[in-house]
């Protein structure tokens, strides 16, 4: 087969084309103007295996960024995988807003809890290089993830193993400047009715109890004592988060809220001290 008679059985199986050309990209290195350029080129017995049995995996609903193993995130590559959490869009907004709101010069501490891939951690790091990251993940698998991630990207963060509630107490005398999650926060009854695509990505990522929020209260009433007194938390949140988030952060008795909107209108990142 050439190239181009791939690159049209893989359109015409697979609904989502930009699927097919990120599948290009992974196997033969090619975007669509390659795709082009290189139309008649025979592919090999091997490449044509490679391709079919991840078209294979896309027609049974496995995300594309798992087929391939990896996502774009702001201005770098991460490697993914079943059992880590895909690093979304909405997320670069909350690294954004962080950069913005520190020095460049910036050393101070910054904790990321449920880490994932590590996308803040390693997004924070490379963005604000003084200053001295913690990524805390829960899951094994997931922490396979950050560590190669960490590594291939050669970014210098400390990842911890760990529970986000238990090694709260194991900073003994380290404070934080900057607190950032985004945590599960999809209400448990509402996940059997997620696209079939992310029922793939492992529940323990995407559970956040019964009403959603159960990470955000608890991470606030757990680290306050580890926020340093001009420090800040930031979180990610759901679309239709913002109302209740401010009947929490009130709660604690933080004093500042500010959010941040999505290109769609939504406030989806809370910054709260
Ligand atoms: N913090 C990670 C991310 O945004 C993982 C989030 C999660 O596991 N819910 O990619």
């Not at 391709?51 to 702001?74: G, W």
């Not at 094994?140 to 760990?162: H, M, Q, T």
Request: proline share 2%; with cysteine; hydrophobic share 35%.
């Amino acid at each position: 087969m050439t190239i181009l008679e791939l690159y049209i059985l893989g359109k015409k199986e697979i609904e989502n084309k930009n699927d097919v050309l990120f599948l290009f990209k992974s196997i033969f290195g090619f975007d669509r103007l390659g795709i082009s350029l290189n139309s008649d080129v025979k592919v090999t017995n091997q490449q044509e295996e490679l391709f079919l049995n991840k078209l294979e995996q896309l027609k049974n609903n496995i995300p594309v960024q798992y087929v391939v193993e990896s996502v774009d995130f702001l201005d770098f590559n991460l490697k993914c995988g079943e059992g880590v959490f895909i690093p979304r869009k909405e997320t670069e907004i909350l690294v954004n807003e962080i950069v913005k709101k520190v020095d460049k010069n910036f050393n101070g501490n910054i904790v990321d809890l449920c880490s994932g891939t590590g996308s803040i951690g390693i997004g924070l790091k490379r963005r604000i290089e003084k200053t001295n990251v913690f990524c805390i993940e829960k899951s094994p698998k997931a922490f396979e993830y950050l560590e190669y991630n960490k590594k291939s990207l050669n970014v210098d963060i400390n990842c911890i193993l760990g529970d986000i509630f238990s090694e709260v107490n194991n900073f003994k005398d380290r404070m934080f400047d900057v607190i950032v999650s985004n945590p599960p926060y999809i209400r448990t009854s509402d996940i059997k009715n997620l696209d079939a695509n992310i029922q793939y990505e492992p529940k323990l990522a995407l559970d956040g109890g019964e009403d959603g929020l159960y990470f955000y209260r608890k991470i606030l009433s757990t680290w306050k004592r580890k926020l340093k007194i001009n420090g800040f938390f930031a979180f990610e949140i759901g679309y239709d988060q913002d109302e209740e988030m401010k009947g929490i952060v009130k709660n604690e008795n933080l004093k500042h809220m500010d959010f941040v909107k999505d290109d769609n209108g939504y406030n989806r990142v809370c910054i709260c001290s």
